[in-house]
């Protein structure tokens, strides 16, 4: 009744009370959005969540480890723009905003234990399709104030570019909810790409950072970003502020060095372009700027640029304001020398 929609629970359903109030469910469908097709919207084998009884006069939350396998979840946006979740995410009463939250510190948490989910992603107006297939995720138990242990690995295939991959995550949690402040450090990424537009036909992905939020400050940093993958090395160290703004402010360095800016153009299906590069002898690219956001008032800024690409070398800054509006504006100053400078701007182009 809430949803409108078919749901179907047709396999056996488990049911506890002391010392664990618990429910484990198989075979859970819940149908697709009117004008979305017959396949299911979401789909699980097998749910399981216990709670301890006790604590719950207390008003603490002793989860066992929460267990989701054979999930199926199909994500589509129709040739209107109209997803079909957006039926399921409509506003609530007021009265539901207003329930008081729980407060992580009376919660522990078994953990989070995911097999074999697979994740379809549609977009009907511009013909992208997103797989994620063979989802396995664990999270150690949570406990208050201790840090979480996070691993996941999957493979995922998208239709534009055309590339698959298998990937590995790996990463640690740690927080002080008296400060307010979560960091994610460190999170490190490893992945195989294969597909027709990756040179060679395979190639590899390593992705290394830290993140820390201080949600009392509002504010964000993004450390010793390191991304390397097709030849390229990218390095980045970012700061934002007022981040619980729906437009925060950014401010860091970048820096992009690589060997062949066609093999980057030809994984991203920039053609001809990327054909025409390839055929130069030099195609190596090193950037480095610096980079200042404030969103709230459109303005973004480019300063301290300095490149070299297939042979050139370039200087400046770039000023944009009111990117937002129906009336953007940019200006800046780009100094430029190279051999090829018609090849140059067919690149600046892209961008």
């Given at each position: 009744?809430?949803?409108?929609?078919?749901?179907?629970?047709?396999?056996?359903?488990?049911l506890?009370y002391?010392?664990?109030?618990?429910?484990?469910?198989?075979?859970?469908?819940?149908?697709?959005?009117e004008?979305?097709?017959?396949?299911p919207?979401?789909?699980?084998?097998?749910?399981?969540?216990?709670?301890?009884?006790?604590?719950?006069?207390?008003?603490?939350?002793?989860?066992d480890?929460?267990?989701?396998?054979?999930?199926?979840?199909?994500?589509?946006?129709?040739?209107?723009?109209?997803?079909?979740?957006?039926?399921?995410?409509?506003?609530?009463?007021?009265?539901?905003?207003?329930?008081?939250?729980?407060?992580?510190?009376?919660?522990?948490?078994?953990?989070?234990?995911?097999?074999?989910?697979?994740?379809?992603?549609?977009d009907?107006a511009?013909?992208?399709?997103?797989r994620?297939?063979?989802?396995?995720?664990?999270?150690?138990?949570?406990?208050?104030?201790?840090?979480?242990?996070?691993?996941?690995?999957?493979?995922?295939?998208?239709?534009?570019?055309?590339?698959?991959?298998?990937?590995r995550?790996?990463?640690?949690?740690?927080?002080?909810?008296?400060?307010?402040?979560?960091?994610?450090?460190?999170?490190?990424v490893?992945?195989?790409?294969?597909?027709?537009?990756?040179?060679?036909?395979?190639?590899?992905?390593?992705?290394?950072?830290?993140?820390?939020l201080?949600l009392?400050?509002?504010?964000?940093?993004?450390?010793?970003?390191?991304?390397?993958?097709?030849?390229?090395?990218?390095?980045?160290q970012?700061?934002?502020s007022?981040?619980?703004?729906?437009?925060?402010?950014?401010?860091?360095?970048?820096?992009?060095?690589?060997?062949?800016?066609a093999?980057?153009?030809k994984v991203?299906?920039?053609?001809?372009l990327?054909?025409?590069?390839?055929?130069?002898?030099?195609?190596?690219?090193?950037?480095?700027a610096?980079?200042?956001?404030?969103?709230?008032?459109?303005?973004?800024?480019?300063?301290?640029?300095?490149?070299?690409?297939?042979?050139?070398?370039?200087?400046?800054?770039?000023?944009?304001?009111?990117?937002?509006?129906?009336?953007?504006?940019?200006?800046?100053?780009?100094?430029?020398?190279?051999?090829?400078?018609?090849?140059?701007?067919?690149?600046?182009?892209?961008?």
């Amino acid at each position: 009744e809430e949803t409108g929609r078919k749901f179907k629970l047709e396999g056996d359903i488990k049911l506890s009370y002391y010392p664990w109030l618990g429910l484990e469910v198989e075979g859970v469908t819940l149908g697709n959005a009117e004008g979305f097709g017959d396949a299911p919207f979401f789909h699980a084998d097998a749910v399981a969540l216990r709670i301890k009884t006790m604590p719950l006069l207390k008003k603490q939350y002793e989860l066992d480890t929460l267990r989701l396998h054979g999930v199926e979840v199909n994500l589509t946006k129709n040739h209107e723009g109209v997803s079909n979740w957006d039926d399921l995410v409509a506003e609530k009463d007021a009265d539901a905003k207003k329930q008081e939250p729980i407060q992580l510190a009376a919660v522990i948490l078994g953990g989070v234990d995911i097999k074999d989910a697979h994740f379809i992603w549609v977009d009907q107006a511009s013909g992208q399709t997103f797989r994620i297939s063979d989802l396995n995720m664990s999270i150690g138990e949570l406990r208050f104030g201790e840090p979480i242990d996070i691993k996941m690995n999957l493979k995922a295939e998208s239709s534009q570019p055309a590339i698959k991959t298998d990937l590995r995550m790996q990463g640690t949690v740690s927080y002080n909810l008296d400060a307010e402040t979560y960091a994610f450090n460190p999170i490190e990424v490893t992945a195989k790409l294969t597909g027709k537009n990756v040179p060679s036909g395979k190639a590899d992905l390593k992705f290394n950072t830290g993140v820390v939020l201080n949600l009392k400050e509002e504010t964000a940093s993004v450390n010793e970003l390191t991304l390397s993958v097709f030849g390229m090395l990218a390095k980045a160290q970012l700061n934002a502020s007022s981040i619980k703004s729906e437009r925060p402010k950014v401010e860091g360095d970048v820096s992009i060095v690589g060997e062949d800016l066609a093999r980057l153009f030809k994984v991203a299906g920039i053609e001809p372009l990327a054909s025409q590069l390839a055929r130069l002898k030099d195609r190596s690219f090193d950037l480095q700027a610096r980079l200042d956001a404030d969103l709230e008032r459109g303005n973004v800024a480019i300063s301290d640029l300095k490149a070299k690409l297939i042979g050139a070398s370039i200087t400046g800054w770039v000023e944009a304001s009111k990117v937002e509006s129906d009336k953007p504006a940019l200006r800046g100053r780009l100094q430029a020398s190279g051999p090829d400078l018609p090849t140059l701007l067919q690149i600046v182009g892209q961008f």
